[in-house]
């Protein structure tokens, strides 16, 4: 039998796998689909389940999601704080460990897998400025001025803290308790190793036991508990994680110590000192504690590194412009901007939003967003960006895109997303630490049983205290931050120098690469094309070919078809109304006008309609197309009326790149629409030594798919709807930035300057990434390998040497913070 529910509360792919998992794990349950849009989940049962069921395996699951009859719809939460958005991000969180892949939640918390702090993602918006009064901090106004309740001149409003910096702010409150309270008992305890103690002279032994009792329970019930939460809600749901370690080794070591204190007469004599005390060990879990809550803080201030590419390209966008209406200027917030007003941009100003330059020229610094220092030169007509800096000149532009359609507002999204996504190299840690935590726990178990049959006196004691640093020195918290860490340094550094990464799987697999697919136009070439020759048969003239040739491609979106348009425009060339127009990839246009047919493309179209083509016409074009010329033909249903020869520039940086994609071993193919003589021209000038010509997308999807069976893993770059087939069957699609939004969309990696020297950037980042990587586990591994039987007491027959549970914990928080600072290096690491 099959029913179908409704859930509530996924939000992302990760929510709904996840629920998927929780309910397929019910007894009785044969198969389950769960729909993210509608929220629903149908399941297919043996027989009748109770929806308590299903609503206990969510709740064991973490509690974040509730499951509900069709017909029944869940009851709204009161408000509360939690729930508001926090600080200056989006309000939505995620786990920096990335445990649960892409699953994101809307409040604050710990992630309910390995218990970490949950991050809140980045707003792709800049904070609006809000002016507030100094007596009357009550009053909050968009804009400057008097205070409505006193007179006084509102002032520039703080900006809220974020959830990072919050974080930080309670975890540093609690440390610095903590470390108060713990110093006394580390004091305390440390004295027994004086010869005639002077506290003894003070208060007797048994005394200062119960004072370190009163001094931990601060440290362990409010600065470090909500270690222990932690640790309760990993046992709970089985997800045992670095909580579990701490929170066993610190309770055993803190009741221990509670019960030898209440009752010491349970204990045999070898617990017990020469005063008849029992050896208490609350120094020990206090400090472990401390140390333990000390790594947290740390980790806070790393986190908010490492996503500081991000928080840098945010602070591009500027939250203020000037708006032109009725030739007035007026200030506005950035927020405010609509699409299609008329904006002005003074000298050294960031640019607001994308646009289009309508009046005036100046010379842009886009070094933020292409990695390029050199600024470059903008007039009428040219597209801006927003964040973008102004020269010296002043320009009037129109807002075309706003908001989060901006370049700029794209970049850092697609940033955000890729920062929480999972490299494939993820997985041998996630192997790792499914297996970690349970054989920690029965190492721990066995050093003291080995102890405690074969250790010397106090054996008993040996095994407890060796158990228990066994139990901290293992957490595996470094391992779970080994990968992610360096993805999100590397995806913003990347970022920062024109390299949009859409995933972390992209970042790897570029690393493997054979063979690279490359298109001419837009890719090898500027993609900025230029009439150069209009040619005409004795039946036409230029004035009438460049007229249907315009007209013809006033419908088209190829950089071909603009170029005409804009000679048209030049020559004041009037378009003529074109119908039944129809594009047709990979060959060109046709339409009707004013009652005749015209084609115009390439060869390839000519020939399939079996249109004659005069012998001085092919002499003239062929001529031209080894010369490295595009020509598009222009014929009626019986000849070819005339042509147009169209020149494309070859980037200055194409030929350097390809010979640095060779030198590293990688094949470089180039393969275009264009004809044979135009691509050998070319391939020649570039030193591209494989090449194909009047290649149809098809075509294109067909090479990759022939190199893929070859065993080859194959990137293709390219910028047109004819790449889109291509982009998306390679092992790695490349989009270029001035290319098409389906080029973009169909890619996972897409480079904002449209610059193949991109693609070297890309690769030389996806080394250092990988590398980085590998050297994280290396140090998150070589931690509990060594520490672990150091910690069981391995070189105590030979060396006489312990690891004491104090010294423990300080090795495990300095393995994360290890781990960390080794991503932070990709900050500075050079990648051109």
């Not at 996840?18 to 929220?39: F, I, P």
């Not at 299903?54 to 704080?81: C, R, T, V």
Request: aromatic fraction near 8%.
């Amino acid at each position: 039998m099959k029913h179908t529910y409704h859930i509530h509360g996924m939000s992302c792919g990760g929510c709904q796998n996840h629920v998927q998992q929780a309910l397929a794990e019910v007894n009785g349950v044969k198969n389950v689909d769960v729909n993210l849009e509608k929220a629903e989940a149908e399941i297919e049962m043996e027989k009748h389940i109770p929806l308590e069921k299903f609503q206990e395996a969510l709740k064991n699951d973490g509690g974040h999601y509730s499951i509900h009859h069709q017909d029944e719809k869940p009851q709204p939460k009161k408000e509360s704080s939690i729930h508001k958005k926090q600080g200056n991000g989006t309000g939505i969180y995620y786990c920096p460990m990335h445990c649960e892949g892409d699953k994101t939640y809307n409040e604050p918390g710990d992630c309910p897998k390995c218990g970490m702090d949950l991050v809140e993602e980045v707003s792709t918006q800049p904070t609006s400025t809000t002016y507030t009064c100094p007596m009357h901090p009550e009053v909050i106004e968009d804009q400057p001025g008097d205070c409505p309740k006193c007179g006084m001149d509102l002032v520039p409003k703080k900006p809220d803290l974020s959830a990072e910096e919050k974080t930080y702010a309670q975890l540093s409150k609690k440390f610095w308790i903590a470390l108060a309270f713990t110093l006394p008992v580390f004091i305390i305890s440390m004295s027994d190793m004086i010869t005639n103690n002077p506290l003894y002279d003070i208060l007797e032994l048994k005394y200062w036991n119960w004072i370190q009792f009163v001094l931990s329970i601060p440290v362990v019930f409010y600065a470090t508990w909500m270690f222990f939460e932690r640790a309760y809600k990993s046992l709970k749901t089985w997800n045992l994680n670095m909580f579990t370690l701490i929170g066993i080794g610190a309770s055993v070591a803190w009741v221990f110590s509670v019960v030898s204190l209440l009752f010491p007469d349970i204990f045999p004599q070898q617990f017990k000192t020469e005063s008849g005390t029992v050896h208490v060990y609350f120094e020990a879990a206090t400090v472990i504690l401390t140390l333990v809550l000390l790594g947290q803080l740390m980790e806070a201030r790393a986190h908010s590194k490492t996503n500081s590419a991000v928080k840098e390209l945010i602070k591009l966008s500027p939250n203020e412009a000037t708006r032109i209406v009725n030739n007035q200027e007026e200030k506005i917030s950035v927020d405010q901007i609509e699409v299609g007003d008329k904006l002005r941009v003074k000298p050294g100003e960031k640019i607001p939003v994308d646009g289009v330059i309508t009046e005036g020229t100046s010379s842009i610094d886009e070094s933020m967003i292409t990695g390029e220092p050199i600024p470059v030169e903008k007039n009428k007509g040219d597209q801006v960006s927003s964040g973008t800096i102004n020269g010296q000149q002043s320009f009037l532009m129109e807002a075309k895109k706003v908001g989060n359609e901006t370049l700029l507002a794209q970049i850092i999204e697609m940033v955000n997303k890729a920062s929480r996504s999972q490299a494939p190299i993820q997985k041998v840690a996630d192997r790792i630490s499914a297996y970690f935590v349970p054989v920690v726990v029965i190492i721990s178990i066995i050093t003291f049983f080995i102890w405690a049959i074969f250790g010397p006196e106090p054996a008993y004691v040996f095994g407890f205290v060796n158990a228990v640093a066994v139990l901290i020195i293992a957490c595996p918290c470094a391992l779970g931050l080994a990968t992610p860490m360096s993805v999100m340094v590397g995806i913003g550094k990347g970022a920062q120098n024109g390299v949009l990464i859409k995933n972390a799987e992209a970042l790897e697999k570029l690393n493997q690469i054979d063979v690279l697919i490359v298109d001419k136009t837009g890719t090898l070439t500027e993609g900025k094309p230029k009439i150069e020759k209009i040619g005409f048969n004795k039946n036409s003239s230029e004035e009438t070919v460049l007229k249907v040739i315009a007209s013809l491609n006033q419908y088209s979106e190829h950089p071909l078809a603009k170029a005409t348009l804009q000679y048209a425009e030049e020559k004041n060339t009037p378009l003529l109304k074109t119908e039944n127009f129809e594009a047709i990839t990979g060959k060109g246009v046709q339409g009707e006008i004013e009652n005749n047919f015209y084609f115009l493309g390439n060869k390839r179209l000519i020939e399939e309609h079996s249109i004659s083509i005069s012998e001085e016409f092919q002499q003239e074009i062929i001529q031209q197309q080894e010369k490295g010329k595009t020509v598009s033909y222009l014929a009626n249903d019986k000849e070819v009326l005339g042509y147009v020869i169209i020149g494309d520039p070859i980037k200055k940086s194409s030929k350097k790149a390809v010979q640095e994609l060779q030198n590293k071993g990688i094949e470089v193919i180039m393969l275009t629409g264009d004809n044979e003589q135009t691509a050998a021209a070319v391939a020649n000038e570039i030193g591209v030594n494989t090449f194909k010509a009047s290649m149809l997308p098809g075509a294109k999807q067909d090479e990759v798919k022939s190199l893929q069976k070859e065993g080859k893993k194959v990137a293709m770059a390219g910028d047109g709807i004819n790449d889109a087939p291509a982009l998306a069957q390679s092992n790695i699609g490349i989009a270029m930035g001035t290319g098409t939004d389906v080029a973009i969309e169909s890619a996972e990696i897409t480079l904002v300057k449209g610059d193949l020297q991109g693609i070297v950037k890309a690769i030389h980042l996806s080394e250092k990434v990988i590398k980085n990587i590998k050297q994280n586990l290396f140090f998150a591994l070589i931690y509990n390998s060594i520490g672990v039987p150091i910690a069981a007491g391995i070189l105590f027959p030979f060396f006489g040497i312990l690891l004491s549970p104090m010294i423990a914990a300080l090795a495990m928080s300095f393995s994360s913070v290890s781990v960390i600072t080794n991503a932070l290096r990709l900050r500075g690491a050079s990648i051109d």
